[in-house]
């Protein structure tokens, strides 16, 4: 029974084994292991190169050791401040109908804008926050009707523009840190036809979604 000795990969050093079968498989591939020597605490496969470590006399070896300059991954980190993306986060046309129709409907019924708002609300509900859009969409429609006399809390179609105006800005506020919004023919007033043009910053949006106006127009009855 001849001793004979395997270098370890990218070491100098020698990891004694016996040029006999031992009975013990490796755990990594299920090849022979030959029988260690007296004092030798590790064992390498000849056929995957996975080094185990010999417990006590006679014991299986442990699982195989990470092989050298193959450390396990480190574990997946969570991800902070992901924002939602136009496509996950904006409704489509289908929604904003029947968004606009139950506003319409709830004005119909006697409603002011934030219990219209609250009704129809259901419709986007799978859009993210919806308390943030209510606010922002009141805030320009009131700051738009105090501008231009028009009655733009109580049109259920320039409500409608306003909400699909507010998941557009939201989603180009998270990305780029300011949004504009563009509603041209929005409502009409004593002086003809309104336009909404709004530039935001981040810290603008953010300022109108988080509270409604102090005061609101009396619900139109």
């Given at each position: 029974m001849g001793v004979h000795s395997l270098p370890a990969p990218g070491s100098v050093g020698r990891v004694v084994l016996l040029g006999m079968v031992s009975g013990l498989k490796c755990p990594n591939?299920?090849?022979?292991?030959?029988?260690?020597?007296?004092?030798?605490?590790?064992?390498?496969?000849?056929?995957?190169?996975?080094?185990?470590?010999?417990?006590?006399?006679?014991?299986?070896?442990?699982?195989?050791?990470?092989?050298?300059?193959?450390?396990?991954?480190?574990?997946?980190?969570?991800?902070?401040?992901?924002?939602?993306?136009?496509?996950?986060?904006?409704?489509?046309?289908?929604?904003?109908?029947r968004?606009?129709?139950?506003?319409?409907?709830?004005?119909?019924?006697?409603?002011?804008?934030?219990?219209?708002?609250?009704?129809?609300?259901?419709?986007?509900?799978?859009?993210?926050?919806?308390?943030?859009?209510?606010?922002?969409?009141a805030h320009l429609a009131n700051d738009l009707e105090h501008e231009s006399e028009a009655p733009v809390t109580g049109d259920a179609n320039a409500i409608t523009r306003l909400a699909s105006a507010y998941y557009l800005a939201a989603n180009e506020v998270a990305r780029s840190g300011t949004t504009e919004i563009n509603l041209p023919f929005l409502s009409a007033g004593p002086g003809g036809p309104v336009h909404l043009s709004r530039r935001l910053t981040a810290a603008a949006f953010a300022k109108i979604t988080n509270r409604p106006p102090a005061r609101l127009p009396r619900a139109r009855r």
């Amino acid at each position: 029974m001849g001793v004979h000795s395997l270098p370890a990969p990218g070491s100098v050093g020698r990891v004694v084994l016996l040029g006999m079968v031992s009975g013990l498989k490796c755990p990594n591939c299920g090849a022979p292991l030959l029988a260690p020597g007296p004092g030798v605490v590790q064992l390498r496969c000849d056929y995957c190169g996975a080094t185990s470590q010999l417990g006590a006399a006679g014991a299986p070896p442990s699982p195989p050791l990470p092989a050298r300059g193959a450390d396990p991954p480190p574990p997946p980190q969570a991800t902070r401040g992901a924002v939602p993306t136009s496509s996950t986060s904006a409704p489509g046309p289908a929604d904003l109908r029947r968004f606009g129709e139950a506003v319409r409907e709830a004005f119909g019924a006697g409603a002011g804008l934030m219990e219209a708002l609250t009704t129809a609300g259901g419709a986007l509900a799978a859009f993210g926050d919806q308390r943030a859009m209510f606010n922002a969409v009141a805030h320009l429609a009131n700051d738009l009707e105090h501008e231009s006399e028009a009655p733009v809390t109580g049109d259920a179609n320039a409500i409608t523009r306003l909400a699909s105006a507010y998941y557009l800005a939201a989603n180009e506020v998270a990305r780029s840190g300011t949004t504009e919004i563009n509603l041209p023919f929005l409502s009409a007033g004593p002086g003809g036809p309104v336009h909404l043009s709004r530039r935001l910053t981040a810290a603008a949006f953010a300022k109108i979604t988080n509270r409604p106006p102090a005061r609101l127009p009396r619900a139109r009855r």
